[in-house]
């Protein structure tokens, strides 16, 4: 992986600079979808990670994982 820095002046920055503070708010999201598999063993791939999206989830991992009913012949 090659890093490329492109400089590129803001007049109404000071002294030209811009701000850089929205690259540490990027992290938090995957560290809890993350959480998330590791406490319930299901992929949560948009945020927010709600409540609802969860129970959808885990309840259709639980119908993949549910043994097959044999009818009496």
Sequence with gaps: MEILYLETPRPLGPFGAAG??????????PAILNAIYNACG????????????????????KARQAPKQVEPA
């Design 42 to 61: 299901v992929r949560i791939f948009r945020v927010p990670a709600l409540a609802d999206v969860i129970k959808l989830e885990l309840d259709a991992k």
């Design 20 to 29: 850089v503070g929205e690259a540490p708010l990027t992290a938090p999201h």
